[in-house]
């Protein structure tokens, strides 16, 4: 997948849910996690959207647990049609070493992600995360949780810097004092978005419907390369 402009991702654990994602998005990521049968509806996928496939593990928020099961799975995922890009975490990234050999060897882009629930780092954090994360994937991806406005601006300024250094991420701040990040961060050189088809699903806190995010994107910058 080309991350190289930015990639608006539908959220979903329904792959059924592709057709109305069509219209908004530019690819689909497909959390195996929150889906029993995740490996057979992929094998069935015929849909016309890339599929980004993660399989997120409790202590990173999702539902998967910490085991080899968990690894197996997103090994074999890389290797089906349709499957174009995998997320896995930063801090799991020697467990992983499979899925990311597996994934070169199937010319799948590999999105390193990390994950705070809690707070903001400091600058200093935040740049060190994400130049760890993009030394072992091909998109280095940071979401943390604003608590203010600042919060925020320390993330956006980050991702401005990675991104002029030649970085390719992906950056988002959650919760309500970062809601407006998923719509802006893009001007500063975010590459992915995620948002879900229906908001009664959202996969994480903060994120606007598929339609309205896809609108406000356009409205800002109709053309967001950097």
Same mark, same amino acid.
Request: charged content about 25%; aromatic content about 4%.
């Given at each position: 997948m080309d991350f190289q402009q930015f990639v608006l991702a539908a959220s979903t654990a329904t792959l059924g849910e592709e057709?109305?994602?069509?219209?908004?998005?530019?690819?689909?990521?497909?959390? =195996?996690?929150?889906?029993?049968?995740? @490996?057979?509806? =992929?094998? #069935?996928?015929?849909?016309?959207?890339?599929?980004?496939?993660t399989n997120r593990v409790e202590w990173e928020g999702g539902q998967a647990p910490d085991d080899p099961d968990r690894i197996e799975q997103l090994q074999a995922a890389v290797e089906l049609p349709g499957v174009e890009a995998v997320d896995v975490e930063l801090e799991a990234i020697d467990a992983c070493r499979p899925v990311v050999e597996t994934a070169r060897e199937e010319d799948v882009s590999v999105i390193v992600s990390s994950h705070d629930f809690e707070g903001t780092p400091a600058?200093?954090? @935040?740049?060190?995360?994400? *130049?760890?994360?993009? *030394?072992?994937?091909?998109?280095?991806?940071?979401?943390?949780?604003?608590? #203010? $406005?600042?919060?925020? =601006?320390? /993330? =956006? #300024?980050?991702?401005?810097?990675?991104?002029?250094?030649? #970085?390719?991420?992906?950056?988002?701040?959650?919760?309500?004092?970062?809601?407006?990040?998923r719509a802006?961060?893009?001007?500063?050189?975010?590459?992915?978005?995620?948002?879900?088809?229906? $908001?009664?699903?959202?996969?994480?806190?903060?994120?606007?419907? /598929?339609?309205?995010?896809?609108? /406000?994107?356009?409205?800002?910058?109709p053309n967001t390369t950097v």
């Open positions: 057709p109305a994602a069509r219209e908004n998005a530019d690819a689909l990521e497909f959390r =195996l996690d929150l889906t029993a049968g995740g @490996l057979e509806s =992929l094998r #069935s996928y015929d849909g016309s959207l890339p599929l980004i496939v600058r200093s954090e @935040l740049e060190s995360t994400l *130049e760890r994360a993009c *030394e072992h994937g091909d998109v280095g991806k940071l979401a943390v949780t604003a608590q #203010s $406005p600042d919060d925020v =601006l320390d /993330l =956006l #300024s980050v991702t401005r810097s990675c991104t002029v250094d030649g #970085s390719t991420v992906a950056t988002m701040a959650m919760g309500e004092a970062g809601r407006h990040s802006v961060a893009p001007l500063y050189g975010s590459r992915i978005g995620y948002a879900p088809v229906d $908001p009664a699903r959202a996969t994480a806190p903060g994120q606007y419907a /598929l339609e309205e995010l896809r609108s /406000l994107i356009t409205q800002l910058q």
